[in-house]
């Protein structure tokens, strides 16, 4: 059974710093290109960053581009997100989520879902 659970989140000031990390069991970790999402209310959901299964190729929704990145460590089966230079829009539930085995690069979909974790940036 997969299991991807998500911790790192809080409440933080504008300008503050975050690290999620989202632990992954049940799956052969190194070979899942990884990404995070995130959803506030009434939005749908938002792709924020992924990262590749293989030579660690990422990307960013623009938004987020040089105040986040991404990282996995796959001896840990953990993938990472460094949240830097925080604004109060990026209040949101944040999600990790693992692609397909094997897939190619970008991912066109994701196969298995955490649980979410908050966080809140106040102004």
């Known amino acids: 059974q997969v299991q991807l659970v998500e911790s790192g989140g809080g409440l933080v000031q504008a300008g503050g710093s975050l690290r999620l990390s989202c632990a992954a069991s049940?799956?052969?970790?190194?070979?899942?290109?990884m990404g995070w999402f995130r959803r506030t209310p009434g939005k749908e959901r938002e792709f924020v960053a992924a990262?590749?299964?293989?030579?660690?190729?990422?990307y960013y929704t623009d938004s987020v581009k040089g105040r986040f990145t991404i990282s996995r460590d796959n001896a840990k089966n953990t993938v990472y997100l460094q949240m830097n230079s925080l604004k109060p829009e990026d209040t949101a539930v944040y999600y990790c989520?693992?692609?397909?085995?094997?897939?190619?690069?970008?991912?066109?979909?994701?196969?298995?879902w955490g649980q979410g974790t908050q966080v809140t940036v106040s102004s």
């Open positions: 989520a693992a692609g397909p085995y094997g897939s190619s690069w970008p991912p066109q979909r994701y196969v298995y």
């Open positions: 049940g799956l052969v970790f190194s070979r899942y290109p």
């Open positions: 990262i590749a299964w293989s030579v660690g190729n990422t």
